[in-house]
């Protein structure tokens, strides 16, 4: 491993993974959280041209001002090409087959991509109940390809999730067109803080490399199920001194999302 | 209806237009969140409510904790940090203060729902929801909702049929409207249009109430035109801690704040006490917070240059 790798922090290296997948020119559908920083590091540097849409009717036109905390943040509207309805964006830019790319975050994800943010347990009598879908059910239904991005825990991925909040490849095969989802859409990549993993002809999960501080046992181990491994897997390349620099001093100067975020939860805050 | 009258406080508003058992829809999408009515509704001690709203936020999760709700119809409720809203999960894993139904669907396709419902459409056919847990079809999880799977007429691909929602009562926080009700909002507008407009009625909550010449200048930006509303309330900073574009910030440690202040239910009855039951009204509410945190969260101007619609006072000559 070189010096450039061990200076990079693993959610450092999962948001440059997932910046390099996103290609100049193309139209995303951003979800909140991973994705915002993401994409906007795509932007910065590859893929200028990108356009940037968020769920509540958002086109950035810009680097916004502060990093938008989450896809409402207010900053959204000084820095946007067009700001409308959430049927502008989730309506006609993704249902009308204008979307490119998806990206989520989740709260778990199983062998054949499908997410749930939805509970833990049973729907009905749940032992933890989370937010629930918001856009994501409809970027995994409708963009060509979804890419999720989330900090790995073995219990955030199981075999099989409690609940479909967003479509992946169902039970694999044929079963997602099966549902009536269009061909040509679902998940492409899920980029974590241990790896990065494609998606196979069946559509089961696939390990294609590891972070370069991770081994291929130490992702396996991380997973509910015997996970599948690519034949060429490989240590993902470490972000380049250009991206680290611009992710931490451009993109997130305040560390919102590198430090802030996880300090303020639980914190005593008086008003 | 006399239009002199629809210009009231707050408490007029919401005794005079919301009732037990309503089904009510409340906009905003992050922004323009009606947290001064919200508040209200919970110091009348409405009950039985039904509350349709897709961004369900801390406002959602205090309605819940107050007991007024008893079925949800939502896409996603949290703490917007993110972090749990505590509430939310208290009534739906241990049924504190009681059971509420919830009823949920993607974000589109709420959307659609209201979109339909606005439009008295019988439904809306979509190919989202499909195959997830939504669809009731393909996956026994007890999700309750109202689509139905069918086959297209004239494709025979498999598709999802969204049932149109109406509501009894829609309200929202805007930027600005006439004492008519020709309200007028801007910033990142979400469900609103079409929620609003799938409402029998309509209250407007503005942070400043203008003359109908100045709506005229910019009749683009009108979300709900007069003849829908019932009644306007003059309710500045009505969407704290949530934001209104060219007025106010989130307030992000308050969130932070909500968090920690609710993570059990007697910690919640506090925080209804201070910021609900505590103070009469948004005014009262606005003197806890104090009017330096209130200047902290004011952006600088950022405007646009204006624009003209173009003035024509004849046609042609013969």
Redesign the interface.
């Known amino acids: 491993m070189n010096e450039r790798a061990e200076s990079a922090t693993a959610v450092e290296q999962m948001i440059v993974s997932a910046a390099r997948l996103i290609k100049n020119g193309s139209v995303l559908m951003v979800g909140?959280?991973w994705p915002v920083i993401a994409s906007l590091l795509a932007k910065s540097l590859h893929a200028p041209d990108i356009a940037i849409c968020?769920?509540?009717?958002?086109v950035l036109g810009k680097i916004p001002d502060r990093i938008p905390?989450?896809t409402?943040?207010?900053v959204?509207?000084?820095n946007c090409v067009l700001?409308?309805?959430?049927?502008d964006t989730?309506?006609m830019v993704?249902?009308g087959g204008k979307a490119d790319m998806g990206l989520l975050s989740a709260a778990s994800v199983d062998r054949y991509g499908n997410i749930n943010t939805?509970c833990i347990g049973?729907?009905?009598?749940?032992?933890?109940?989370l937010?629930?879908?918001?856009?994501?059910?409809?970027f995994?239904?409708?963009a060509s390809r979804t890419i999720i991005i989330v900090e790995h825990d073995k219990r955030r991925f199981p075999e099989k999730v409690d609940?479909?909040?967003?479509?992946g490849y169902?039970s694999g095969k044929d079963?997602?067109t099966?549902?009536?989802?269009?061909s040509e859409t679902g998940p492409y990549a899920v980029v974590t803080t241990l790896g990065m993993f494609h998606f196979d002809e069946v559509g089961e999960m696939i390990l294609t490399a590891y972070h370069p501080s991770a081994s291929v046992r130490e992702v396996k181990e991380n997973v509910q199920w015997d996970l599948k491994v690519d034949s060429n897997v490989k240590p993902l390349m470490p972000p380049s001194e250009k991206e680290l620099e611009i992710l931490r001093y451009q993109i997130d100067p305040e560390g919102m999302y590198l430090r802030n975020?996880r300090l303020?939860?639980?914190?005593?805050?008086?008003? | 209806m006399s239009e002199k009258k629809k210009l009231m406080s707050m408490s007029d508003a919401i005794e005079q237009h919301v009732s037990n058992g309503d089904v009510l829809f409340l906009g905003g999408?992050?922004?323009q969140e009606p947290f001064a009515a919200a508040h209200e509704i919970i110091r009348q001690g409405k009950r039985d409510l039904t509350l349709s709203k897709?961004?369900?936020m801390n406002l959602v999760d205090q309605m819940i904790g107050a007991g007024v709700i008893k079925h949800l119809i939502?896409?996603?409720?949290?703490n917007?940090?993110?972090?749990t809203?505590h509430c939310?999960?208290r009534a739906?894993?241990q049924e504190i203060p009681h059971k509420v139904e919830v009823e949920?669907?993607?974000?589109?396709?709420l959307?659609?729902a209201y979109?339909a419902g606005s439009l008295d459409l019988p439904y809306v056919a979509?190919?989202?929801?499909?195959?997830?847990?939504?669809?009731w079809e393909?996956?026994d999880?007890?999700?309750k909702n109202r689509l139905r799977?069918e086959k297209s007429p004239f494709t025979g691909?498999?598709?999802?049929l969204v049932p149109p929602i109406k509501h009894d009562v829609g309200i929202i926080q805007v930027q600005r409207s006439d004492p008519h009700g020709n309200a007028q909002a801007?910033?990142?507008?979400?469900?609103?249009?079409?929620g609003l407009q799938s409402c029998q009625k309509i209250i407007i909550c503005a942070e400043e109430i203008v003359d109908t010449d100045t709506v005229m200048r910019d009749p683009n930006r009108t979300l709900v035109p007069a003849f829908r509303v019932h009644a306007v309330v003059d309710e500045p900073w009505g969407s704290h801690p949530h934001?209104?574009?060219?007025y106010y910030?989130?307030d992000?440690?308050?969130f932070?704040?909500y968090?920690?202040e609710t993570h059990t239910e007697e910690l919640f009855q506090g925080f209804l006490k201070k910021w609900v039951y505590g103070v009469r009204d948004r005014k009262e509410y606005l003197s806890v917070?104090g009017a330096k945190?209130l200047e902290s969260l004011r952006?600088e101007t950022?405007t646009s240059e204006p624009v003209s619609y173009g003035k024509h006072t004849r046609h042609f000559e013969v």
């Open positions: 909140t959280q968020f769920e509540g009717g958002a905390f989450f409402g943040d207010p959204v509207n000084a700001l409308g309805n959430s049927l989730l309506g993704l249902h939805t049973d729907y009905a009598s749940p032992k933890m109940r937010a629930g879908s918001g856009g994501a059910c409809d995994g239904s409708l609940f479909i909040t967003t479509p169902l079963s997602r099966m549902a009536g989802l269009k975020a303020l939860r639980g914190r005593q805050i008086s008003i | 999408f992050v922004q897709c961004a369900g939502t896409s996603f409720t949290w917007p940090l993110p972090t809203a939310f999960v739906l894993t949920e669907y993607s974000l589109l396709g959307n659609l979109f979509t190919k989202t929801m499909l195959g997830s847990g939504f669809d393909q996956n999880t007890g999700a799977f691909e498999r598709i999802c801007w910033g990142m507008l979400g469900e609103s249009r079409y934001p209104m574009a060219g910030d989130m992000w440690l308050y932070a704040y968090e920690r917070l945190r952006p950022f």
